[in-house]
């Protein structure tokens, strides 16, 4: 980790200690934009720290932006930083500008599939986009598809096209987009936009996954160490100690699979690295998450403490962009195909 | 933070040339039928192949010249041990000496000890067991009754040491010994040993496992006498030495390579098309095998910058060796076969023979139980 990615790492701490607490959250849950903790983490470049230097980001490695989103996560930060930077991060891999403000991407849902229809006054967009993550608080999303059998990448705003509002179990909005010929504001070919869409996406979440563990580990520490019962605290029984210790693997385990992924994506996300880490992080989430309740009593089942922010979190986005069967089994495919003897090459790349 | 970190690596340029050396070494000794890719094979027992290994300088990778050694990095041993593992080739006579003994040698011998022995383990000739647990202290390792008492010129030792693997066919072990009795501090009062096993007053009987084999053994010392240069490091630092030497022996691949070959040959029966709960569960072995590469690799770049990496090493362990022992449980579900007796030939034996080695894999090395105690005390639980 560069100087420069450690001080970046304090200022998230700084900024979410200030703006991301318990009742910012609670109205981010409710549909309220948070407007001070957005603007805090736009005006320290954060939004754009994904993006080459070129196109307007600030010079970080990208696997230090992506730790950087990791600790947003572990703060739970009600905020579209993983969708802002994946927008960014592709509008610049197709050579277009990357506009201000907060950036969503579509379509996320597998089965949904955009046209791109090039027409006399420029490329229009229809078809719908489900549950597309702080669609209806972005102004602007990226839309990926294909025209004429290739790849192609657009810009599109988002005014007209929301139909609707749900929400993941963490509370974060996710929208219905309906596009009828909406006109695009930029495209531009990239090639297999989908396809890197999905790993990217697959790559965010995997970081947001880790961050929001190493959260869950801490909270965990603590609370066994303060929770005294048959006169001594819970930490000291070694049943719950072994629980936390398989807890700390599993922490461990997606840390260690989203840094590979990051380091091996700094141009493009490497299809192997992202499987491997959405897979991993996917099954680290829902163990650990598991424990960490199971650790919590009563106490991690109440809206009053605060560890639901994270596993909530955890629970949605490990079935985002592909859950872990998804990613296995196409993990699973490309090792059976290359066969037995290639698997360790393959590894040892990494 | 936490009380673990599993840093990043960046592997040196030499690594990668490494690498295909030993790939195409041990692809060589298949082709001429020096050997047959095994799992377990740091189990194994092939001095012809240890001496080549020796001739190569893939042992004592780290050590000083003069010693013997190559002088090379942490991160360039464990390419070749990962490389050697993952080919199944059979490092096992020499695997101990290198992993540990050779190492605490190097760190706590006299100066007698490291030139007479460390040249010769790097030489791929002389080969070490393991002498910690006895009939009476396992897990609890404190509990040691084996005594040395001081006499003239050195110290005359007595008791059993057990589970003490390749004994019978090894040179050496280095011995957990009492040398003070017992006091409020457990931990007191106990010091390690070299032990030469062709020397009188130490006898050595075969302990049989549960496939047949003759890997373990008991070790009964009666009156042995160790001179004073055949102490590590000083009288009364027993402990200390014998937990530095545990950090080696648990953060490498063998804790997680054990039976991969079961893995490959499996991906092999399935071949080329998987249906969908194959892919499957094929596609959890990979991520979770690239994972724990990577935090093991992240142990080796820690053990570089001299760093004790305690609690992820026994992370990599807990983790790695229930891979281990998830493999062969899996797959038996999705190859229809049943486990048989034999020497890997088969598919068959291949799953048969690592499901009778498999109870050992959280055992051997600290049990999973002892490691989670050991990640609990690093997260500050104890």
């Keep these: 980790m560069s100087e420069m990615c450690n001080d970046l790492l304090n200022t998230v701490d700084r900024i979410c200690d200030e703006h991301c607490s318990k009742p910012v959250r609670e109205s981010a849950e409710a549909g309220a934009w948070p407007a001070a903790l957005w603007q805090a983490l736009e005006e320290v470049g954060l939004t754009r720290a994904a993006l080459p230097e070129a196109a307007g980001g600030s010079g970080l490695a990208f696997e230090d932006a992506m730790l950087a989103l990791r600790r947003s996560a572990y703060h739970a930060a009600p905020v579209p930083l993983a969708e802002t930077m994946l927008a960014g991060r592709l509008l610049a891999a197709a050579g277009m500008s990357v506009p201000q403000g907060a950036l969503t991407v579509a379509p996320v849902r597998r089965g949904d599939v955009l046209r791109f229809v090039q027409g006399a006054s420029g490329t229009t967009l229809s078809g719908s986009a489900h549950r597309v993550p702080w669609g209806n608080l972005c102004a602007h999303a990226v839309v990926a598809g294909e025209l004429e059998g290739k790849g192609v990448l657009g810009l599109v705003s988002t005014a007209r096209a929301v139909r609707g509002v749900e929400k993941n179990l963490a509370g974060e909005p996710r929208a219905l987009l309906e596009f009828d010929a909406a006109p695009l504001l930029a495209s531009a070919a990239l090639h297999d936009a989908p396809a890197r869409l999905e790993a990217e996406g697959a790559l965010y979440r995997s970081e947001q996954m880790a961050g929001a563990l190493e959260r869950t580990l801490e909270y965990s520490l603590q609370y066994a160490n303060e929770r005294v019962q048959f006169g001594r605290p819970i930490a000291k029984f070694q049943a719950v100690q072994h629980m936390l210790a398989l807890l700390a693997g599993q922490v461990a385990a997606a840390s260690a699979a989203a840094d590979a992924a990051a380091e091996a994506s700094g141009l493009a996300p490497d299809a192997f690295a992202v499987a491997v880490a959405k897979s991993r992080a996917g099954e680290a989430a829902g163990k650990g998450a598991e424990i960490a309740h199971q650790v919590h009593g009563a106490m991690g089942y109440t809206r009053e403490h605060n560890l639901h922010y994270n596993t909530r979190r955890l629970w949605s986005w490990r079935d985002e962009f592909g859950n872990e069967t998804y990613w296995q089994s196409r993990l699973g495919r490309i090792v059976a195909a290359q066969g037995a003897d290639a698997l360790w090459p393959t590894l040892s790349r990494l | ?382």
């Design chain 2, 1 to 382: 933070m936490h009380a673990f970190r599993f840093d990043p690596v960046r592997m040196p340029a030499s690594a990668q040339a490494l690498r295909s050396e030993v790939r195409a070494f041990i692809a060589a000794e298949v082709a001429n039928g020096a050997f047959t890719p095994s799992c377990n094979s740091w189990s194994s027992f092939d001095a012809d192949f240890s001496r080549k290994c020796g001739a190569r300088g893939y042992i004592g990778m780290r050590w000083p010249k003069q010693y013997g050694g190559h002088e090379r990095s942490a991160l360039e041993r464990h390419v070749v041990t990962e490389e050697m593992l993952a080919g199944g080739a059979p490092v096992g006579a020499h695997w101990i000496a290198d992993r540990q003994s050779g190492q605490q040698i190097l760190r706590y011998g006299s100066e007698r000890a490291k030139h007479t022995i460390l040249p010769k383990i790097a030489s791929g000739e002389c080969y070490f067991s393991i002498g910690m647990s006895e009939p009476d202290s396992g897990s609890d390792l404190a509990a040691v009754r084996t005594r040395a008492n001081k006499t003239e010129g050195g110290w005359n030792i007595s008791g059993t040491k057990v589970w003490t693997s390749a004994a019978h066919r090894t040179n050496y072990l280095i011995a957990l010994v009492r040398t003070a009795p017992k006091e409020d501090d457990r931990h007191a009062g106990m010091t390690q040993f070299i032990v030469d096993l062709s020397h009188s007053g130490v006898s050595v009987r075969p302990i049989y496992n549960l496939y047949g084999g003759h890997d373990f053994n008991e070790v009964v010392f009666d009156g042995f006498f160790a001179a004073d240069d055949m102490v590590m490091g000083d009288v009364g630092t027993g402990w200390k030495l014998v937990t530095s030497e545990l950090a080696f022996e648990r953060s490498g691949p063998d804790r997680f390579l054990s039976t991969y070959q079961l893995l490959v040959e499996s991906i092999r029966a399935i071949g080329a098309d998987p249906d969908a709960r194959s892919a499957n569960e094929i596609g959890r072995f990979v991520a979770h095998l690239a994972t724990l590469r990577r935090m093991s690799t992240s142990v080796a770049g820690m053990l570089e910058r001299g760093a004790q990496p305690m609690v992820e090493a026994a992370l990599v362990k807990d983790m790695g060796t229930a891979f281990e022992r998830e493999i062969p449980e899996t797959f038996r579900h999705l190859i229809a076969t049943e486990p048989a007796l034999g020497d890997g030939a088969s598919y068959a034996e291949l799953l048969g023979m690592t499901m009778l080695r498999a109870p050992g894999f959280t055992l051997r090395g600290g049990t999973r139980e002892i490691l989670r105690g050991v990640i609990a005390r690093g997260l500050g639980l104890r």
